[in-house]
T-cell receptor
Framework: NAGVTQTPKFQVLKTGQSMTLQCAQD?????MSWYRQDPGMGLRLIHY???????DQGEVPNGYNVSRSTTEDFPLRLLSAAPSQTSVYFC????????????FGPGTRLTVL | AQSVTQPDIHITVSEGASLELRCNYS??????LFWYVQSPGQGLQLLLK??????LVQGIKGFEAEFKRSQSSFNLRKPSVHWSDAAEYFC????????????FGIGTKLQVIP
């Protein structure tokens, strides 16, 4: 099993550009989440999904969109990048709400100039 | 709303010394509690978790944590630290019922000196 994979590993954008961060998992997990990690702030939940076709907002959803067309994939879209979105982004998945151990991808380091 | 406080941002310990990382949580009911570790440039890995039952939980890599309801704490301990334990440690709390949104603390960075 590859676990949770994320691409790209690094990305530099200019203000106003859009892009999609990819996340995939091969563990047949129903639950998937996107977090951003900023110094001194820990991990903050952006969006999450409890299954294909179902998504909801987390703590810091503004400026980001998600969709979940398959169990495996959960892409995160930045609509119009801003310097405040410079961060490290982690995708995570978990098998069920009761177990809720989350498996994390290796992260995408995004810089917005 | 649930929250987690990790009061120590940086901790330095000597190799072979004991370690305790502090975590306090705020949650109205019985919480789900986690400790994750993040090595530089990596994602987070679960060390241990508490859902119910025995308040002393054992995890991977020789770590343990104790849930103390009266103190709203879930401190992480290791009796003898190894250089490879240098990493950042995150405490997290999840709510019971429904989709469990997990709230993370800001992390404690552990430095191990020879």
């Amino acid at each position: 099993n590859a676990g949770v994979t994320q691409t790209p590993k690094f990305q530099v954008l200019k203000t106003g550009q859009s892009m999609t961060l990819q996340c995939a998992q091969d563990m047949n997990h129903e639950y998937m989440s996107w977090y951003r990690q900023d110094p001194g702030m820990g991990l903050r939940l952006i969006h999450y999904s409890v299954g294909a076709g179902i998504t909801d907002q987390g703590e810091v959803p503004n400026g980001y969109n998600v969709s979940r067309s398959t169990t495996e994939d959960f892409p995160l879209r930045l609509l119009s990048a801003a310097p405040s979105q410079t961060s490290v982004y982690f995708c995570a998945s978990s098998y069920s709400q009761s177990s809720n151990e989350q498996f994390f991808g290796p992260g995408t380091r995004l810089t917005v100039l | 709303a649930q929250s987690v406080t990790q009061p120590d941002i940086h901790i330095t310990v000597s190799e072979g010394a004991s370690l305790e990382l502090r975590c306090n949580y705020s949650y109205g009911a019985t919480p789900y509690l986690f400790w994750y570790v993040q090595s530089p440039g990596q994602g987070l890995q679960l060390l241990l978790k508490y859902f119910s039952g025995d308040t002393l939980v054992q995890g991977i890599k020789g770590f343990e944590a104790e849930f103390k309801r009266s103190q709203s704490s879930f401190n992480l301990r290791k009796p003898s630290v190894h250089w490879s334990d240098a990493a950042e440690y995150f405490c997290a709390v999840g709510s019971s019922g429904g989709y469990q949104k997990v709230t993370f603390g800001i992390g404690t960075k552990l430095q191990v000196i020879p």
